[in-house]
């Protein structure tokens, strides 16, 4: 072959696989470095190095199987991860807009692209419906920017994936219909098994994939590596599943993505490691691929090319920017919002090439049609990457402009540490917490008595700490070990909390009452004696992020304390991130209160408000929740407002809830407030020192009878 040069491995065209995974690694490494520096985004130089390196430019690589298999895959995790970042609670609320939208970026792209093919383009009814089927279609390119600046959970991005689905599906059975032969009188029958099929493929991902992987997680909580293989796995198989049933395999990884979306969603350290893996090979694969078939010597064969392209590029764009203006007008969005719809709704790549690629196999369209596709391919991910890139960096910076007010001190969390197995738990709840922007590190502290060997537990507990840590490698999370002496544990935990002035703590629940804590008091007794942080307690015996809901139970009086706000937003918070439903249960009708801090966070979690008769049977109810709910007691200290008697003997009673039942128990930060000041409804203060008081006589009353009956019984 004349254009091959062979000098050993530097073969032109590269075969050696060692060779052309190099050339590959050193692009994308190219392509991030040198586009970050003129500040366009990277997607623009993965497409260019495939053009470059590719059969139409210096022909150093082929685009073979390897290639189509990592871009392959690559476009099932672009699908599989606009799933997975589809908030659920958000989707609900904008349903119906994701519809509109997704109808009307179908039908004028449509419309608009017939017209054009008839008109300018003079092509019969069959190709011109073909065409303008391609122009309805779109690919996420530009979603990993919209990843990048963190603003995935944005309404107008949501309906736009939404709308992306919708109209993608629609165009996908139209191109199986035309496929399945035009004119052919079976046609009403491949239409029915299409959508039966697709049905059934749609009910076992939506309903089978969350059971698999919940059960996978609670069966071996602590791996890493199986995981991953199983969710990778998992997206495959939905593509085969898809496939099978004549659908394109794009919508199963979807669907994929939208099954684990819940249980994903607050486990940021097994979605970091699916979004390196993805964005480091599979998604670079895939725009380097759709390079490799663009062909730049097109743009030199004479006018006709250069005129179909341009008609065919400015019918798409124009159609597109029709339907994203359109979609922001009616739910009147801003003009940023609108050109953020525009610009990830404009590109154009995998379905737009399938659809193309049918047609010329069928003889439906010519060479022509297919050489200024590949052109429209290139200029509308251009197009669409600079105006997506553009539009999130405004968005991101007005989003970080106009983030909730927070207290003049810095958010620190502390997690004091007696059984490093549970230090995961612990960290993985302290991180559902944290503030949104947040920038403070989570510190565990370790307190080691001050003995005799006080040098061996401190070097052993640093290194039990470091150990655990490196092995969870949050990376998108500060975390600080501490090590303390002390002469008891309790001291050192206070200690503790006032050198990193910490704002909340997170522990574990120690379980049953040792005889020494019985008598001089309990850690947890203590720490909530001598502290006024918001405390919260916790037995979880399963990975947080994977809880359907979370029940909260409040004592009377609760939204008048002074850290009500701050707990509050904390749940609040974790409900988001985990996408949970969030159930208060509480004395009176707080849904207004909760919904307005809610909105203070810009934040939007499925809340109910129950309104319990009295407390004991809103614990009772709680108390038999299922294993994917989590149980939340809000407590309160000593003579304080919302104190109940009964929290005196809440540790005992928390022992006896069966094993698998998870909860956390909450104390507010409270202060002790004085009564009669016309703060509160006098008739909703809980004298609470008599009642006390009456609950101590009944126990000695109850302790004096059970002794007497066991004299009488012996005698």
């Keep these: 072959m004349e254009n091959q040069i062979d000098t050993g491995l530097l073969h032109i065209p590269a075969t050696e696989p060692i060779v052309i995974f190099a050339i590959i690694l050193l692009s994308i490494l190219l392509s991030q470095t040198i586009f970050r520096k003129i500040k366009l985004p990277a997607i623009i130089g993965y497409i260019l190095a495939g053009i470059a390196l590719g059969p139409h430019g210096w022909g150093i690589l082929q685009n073979d199987s390897s290639i189509q298999l990592f871009g392959n895959a690559g476009l099932l995790f672009i699908m599989f991860v606009a799933g997975l970042d589809l908030n659920l609670q958000e989707f609900k609320h904008t349903a119906y807009k994701s519809i509109i939208f997704g109808l009307l970026t179908f ?5 608009l692209g017939f017209i054009s093919c008839r008109t300018l383009l003079h092509l019969d009814k069959l190709p011109s419906f073909l065409v303008s089927i391609m122009f309805s279609t779109h690919t996420l390119i530009a979603y990993p920017i919209v990843s990048r600046f963190g603003i995935t959970k944005n309404e107008a991005v949501a309906i736009t994936i939404g709308g992306t689905i919708i109209t993608d599906t629609l165009v996908l059975m139209l191109l199986a219909f035309i496929a399945s032969g035009y004119g052919n009188s079976s046609n009403s029958l491949v239409w029915l098994k299409i959508v039966i099929s697709g049905i059934i493929v749609a009910f076992l991902i939506l309903w089978l994939y969350p059971k698999a992987l919940r059960w996978l997680l609670r069966h071996i909580e602590g791996e890493k590596l199986i995981p991953l293989i199983f969710i990778f796995f998992m997206i ?39 979004e390196l893996i993805g964005n480091t090979l599979f998604i670079p694969f895939f725009l380097l691929g759709i390079g490799m078939v663009i062909d730049p010597h097109l743009m030199t064969e004479g006018s006709l090319v250069i005129k179909v392209a341009l008609i065919l590029t400015l019918a798409a764009l124009i159609g597109k920017y029709f339907a994203a203006q359109l979609t922001r007008f009616i739910f009147r969005y801003s003009s940023v919002q609108g050109n ?50 553009r539009a999130s ?24 540490v007696a059984n490093p197995q549970s230090l995961q738990s612990l960290l993985e709840l302290a991180i559902v917490l944290k503030h949104p922007g947040s920038d403070e590190p989570i510190y565990p502290i370790s307190i080691v008595e001050d003995n005799d060997q006080v040098q061996q537990n401190i070097l052993k507990s640093r290194k039990n700490l470091d150990n655990i840590i490196q092995h969870i490698s949050l990376s998108e999370v500060k975390i600080q070990p501490l090590v303390r002496v002390d002469v008891n544990i309790v001291s050192g935990i206070i200690r503790g909390i006032k050198e990193t002035m910490a704002s909340m703590i997170v522990m574990g629940w120690g379980g049953s009452l040792k005889t020494s804590e019985r008598i001089f008091g309990s850690i947890l007794q203590k720490i909530i004696s001598e502290t006024e942080q918001t405390t919260l307690v916790s037995r979880i015996k399963q990975p947080v992020f994977i809880f359907k809901n979370i029940n909260v139970l409040c004592p009377p009086n609760v939204e008048y304390e002074v850290g009500f706000i701050y707990w509050v937003s904390k749940i609040l918070i974790m409900a988001y991130r985990i996408q949970a439903t969030l159930e208060f249960k509480t004395s009176k009708d707080l849904l207004p209160v909760f919904s307005t801090i809610a909105r203070r966070w810009k934040i939007n979690p499925s809340l109910k408000n129950t309104i319990y008769s009295d407390w004991e049977t809103g614990f009772e ?12 007691i809000v407590a309160a200290r000593k003579d304080t407002i919302s104190f109940l008697p009964v929290f005196d003997s809440l540790p005992q009673r928390l022992n006896h809830l069966p094993e698998n039942l998870n909860f956390i128990l909450l104390f507010p930060e409270q202060v002790e407030k004085m009564k009669g000041t016309g703060v509160i409804p006098v008739s909703e203060i809980h004298i609470s020192p008599i009642m006390s008081q009456m609950e101590n006589l009944k126990k000695i009353s109850k302790k004096v009878m059970k002794s007497v009956q066991k004299k009488s019984s012996h005698e």
Excluded: Q, W
């Design 107 to 111: 039908s004028i792209p449509l419309s």
């Design 621 to 632: 109810s709680s108390s038999h929740s299922k294993t994917d709910d989590l149980f939340v």
């Design 340 to 389: 953020l719809i525009f610009g990830l709704s404009s590109t154009h790549a995998a379905a737009t090439l399938a659809v193309i690629f049918i047609g010329f196999r069928m003889g439906i369209i010519d060479v022509y049609i297919l050489n200024g596709t590949i052109i429209l391919i290139l200029l509308t991910c251009l197009t669409g990457s600079i105006v997506t890139d």
């Design 236 to 274: 495959f198989l939905a593509g085969i599943l898809a496939k099978a049933a004549k659908l394109e395999p794009i919508i199963g990884a979807f669907l994929a993505g939208l099954a684990l979306n819940r249980t994903l969603s607050g486990n940021r350290e097994l979605m970091n490691n699916i």
């Design 393 to 416: 960096r405004k968005i991101h910076l007005a989003e970080e402009y106009t983030l909730p007010e927070v207290s003049a001190l810095p958010e620190r969390i502390l997690v004091p």
